[in-house]
Nanobody, 124 residues
Framework: QVQLVESGGGLVQAGGSLRLSCAAS????????MGWFRQAPGKEREFVAT????????YYADSVKGRFTISRDNAKNTVYLQMNSLKPEDTAVYYC?????????????????WGQGTQVTVSS
């Protein structure tokens, strides 16, 4: 069992930056593929980014590629999402997820554990 707690969300103007963090409990964080997803009002949860257990491999949704960077610090049991050049369409609740069976996981159904989410609002 692992618990995930996201932080770092907030209100930012278009073109600005935010850094989300997701802290995980437990001793097995380094064995989990991690992912970030987001859900806007009235829309389905969508994939944002994923990172392999060691952090050596990453994969992004086309909509955020070149603007967002996922990283992890296994010593701190934390995964990050650096978001630059934010756009109003990035507004959503952002969730981190843990424990996909794949090296990189882009499907929400693949993950066993989810955080409670953190709101990101980008104003135009």
């Amino acid at each position: 069992q692992v618990q995930l707690v996201e932080s770092g969300g907030g209100l930012v103007q278009a073109g600005g930056s935010l850094r989300l963090s997701c802290a995980a409990s437990g001793r097995t964080f380094s064995t989990y593929t991690m992912g970030w997803f987001r859900q806007a009002p009235g829309k389905e949860r969508e994939f944002v980014a994923t990172i392999s257990r060691s952090g050596s491999s990453t994969y992004y949704a086309d909509s955020v590629k070149g603007r967002f960077t996922i990283s992890r610090d296994n010593a701190k049991n934390t995964v990050y999402l650096q978001m630059n050049s934010l756009k109003p369409e990035d507004t959503a609740v952002y969730y981190c997820a843990a424990d996909s069976p794949y090296m990189l996981g882009s499907g929400p159904g693949e993950y066993n554990y989810w955080g409670q989410g953190t709101q990101v609002t980008v104003s135009s």
